[in-house]
């Protein structure tokens, strides 16, 4: 897979998978542990492979404008990056600011005394119960669905972001687009590399960014 030429259309089809498919398998699982998850997430792969390229064109993406942007003006590579090098979607599921401003593997050592005592979990806290759920299936699903980075701090810090947050960011080689908790969840497995699909922007609009 990885001496494939990408193009924008597998990185909205990972997309898809991650935020349209994968929590079937996870439900099927719930309801049968005895399912094979290996064979449910190469079934989910298959079925988003069949897809069709009118249809991938029209997906919403989430509704977030600017993904449609950066997906259509970039150039692609599918290749294995640094954990290290990887800045997490701001305020990602809803935890705090502090825990997101670094790279994967900061957002790793934030999380860690949580899981070790998970009397410190507070509401704004919680979303780390779900990623310590995906630490049993991060492996697999990182061997077949690629997380979506892109270069050059087009998510993290672009001019939608209010000033007084943006400084706050790191600036990372890649931000991820997609697949943010999948990635910390293998982090905590203390794996440092993860096979990504990896958009670098052809133009960038001084309006945005």
Do not use: Q
């Not at 193009?7 to 439900?27: C, H, P």
């Not at 997906?59 to 640094?82: A, C, G, I, M, T």
């Not at 790793?108 to 990623?131: A, G, H, M, Q």
């Not at 061997?143 to 007084?164: C, Q, T, W």
Request: charge should be positive; hydrophobic fraction near 35%; include cysteine.
């Amino acid at each position: 897979m990885e001496n494939k030429k990408v193009t924008a259309l597998d990185a909205i089809r990972a997309f898809y998978i991650g935020n349209e498919l994968l929590g079937d398998v996870f439900k099927a699982v719930e309801k049968d542990r005895s399912i094979n998850i290996e064979t449910e997430i190469k079934k989910v792969v298959t079925k988003a492979n069949k897809i069709s390229k009118e249809k991938l064109l029209r997906y919403h993406l989430d509704n977030w404008h600017p993904r449609y942007d950066n997906y259509f003006n970039s150039s692609w590579e599918l290749k294995e990056v640094e954990l290290k090098d990887c800045g997490v979607w701001p305020k990602m599921g809803g935890l705090p600011i502090e825990a997101t401003t670094g790279c994967v593997l900061d957002t790793v050592t934030f999380i860690k005394p949580y899981l070790e005592d998970k009397n410190k979990l507070t509401l704004k806290t919680s979303r780390i119960l779900y990623i310590e759920e995906m630490m049993k299936y991060a492996e697999l699903i990182t061997k077949h669905i690629p997380i979506v980075v892109m270069e050059d701090g087009v998510i993290r810090h672009h001019k939608l972001i209010k000033s007084s947050e943006k400084k706050l960011y790191s600036k990372c080689k890649y931000d991820i687009d997609d697949g943010n908790h999948r990635a910390i969840a293998y982090g905590l497995l203390g794996k440092d590399k993860i096979l990504a699909l990896a958009g670098r922007r052809i133009y960038k609009s001084k309006l945005l960014y």
